[in-house]
């Protein structure tokens, strides 16, 4: 989404206390990129995603796919991998400024995040909170 639009491709509705994380592969197995012309690709090239993702279950999951990931290594993992010398292996590759395009991402959690039942969630149940989630996208999406 290089483009600047706010079009969410895949939801995976999880409670909100838990983390994003444990949710990761359902969202990859949803996750559908659109072609100009035929079925949508269900591979995508590159995966850009924040601290939270940085797992060696997520990194392996993307390497055997062969997804080029782009996640920071958060400091804790980085001084454990240096503590461990030679045992702990080279750092992931990072390539800053594919990071960047993140920016997109955040923003489009931001726009959804102005709608205050979707940010407090008040809904009980996750079909009326994907419903919510579906009208604020209009609304984003009609109102660029």
């Known amino acids: 989404m290089a483009d600047g639009r706010c079009r969410p491709l895949a939801f995976v509705i999880t409670p909100g206390q838990s983390g994003d994380a444990p949710a990761f592969e359902q969202v990859m197995r949803r996750l559908r990129v659109p072609r100009r012309i035929g079925r949508p690709r269900v591979t995508p090239d590159v995966v850009l995603a924040d601290k939270a993702y940085s797992s060696r279950a997520i990194r392996l999951h993307l390497r055997q ?21 030679r045992l702990g292996g080279r750092p992931p590759a990072f390539d800053r400024e594919t990071y960047k395009q993140r920016n997109t991402v955040e923003r489009c959690i931001n726009k959804l995040k102005q709608w205050r039942g979707l940010a407090t969630r008040y809904d009980k149940t996750a079909t009326i909170y994907l419903a919510g989630l579906h009208l604020a996208a209009i609304f984003i999406w009609s109102a660029r």
């Open 65 to 85: 796919r062969k997804i080029r990931a782009v996640i920071p290594q958060p400091a804790d993992q980085a001084a454990n991998r240096k503590r461990r010398g």
